[in-house]
């Protein structure tokens, strides 16, 4: 069962959200219900995203490689063109 919360808005942030959600075919509850989970998925993502980042800056400081990103984007393209291009080689960053 959903539980309750209050949220304390100024006079017009509540203008904004009613004439928002009117013109999306929404209530104002379900406007910002759909703001909140919306936000709240978008700062899962970016977590989940920096945590990636610090796994690989913690790889690359352990072992010293990369990959040159031009040759990295560059064997992307021609993959997704059907091409065989060569896997580009890490090198001691």
Partial sequence: MPSSTTLKL??????RITTLAKAAGKTPHAF????LE????????RREFVAVARAAEQEVAKYGLVYDSDEVFAYIKDKL???????PKATRF
């Fill in 81 to 87: 063109a059907g091409k065989k291009p060569k896997r």
């Fill in 10 to 15: 100024s006079e017009k942030l509540k203008t």
């Fill in 32 to 35: 910002m219900v759909e703001a």
């Fill in 38 to 45: 919306t936000q709240a998925a978008l700062a899962e993502r």
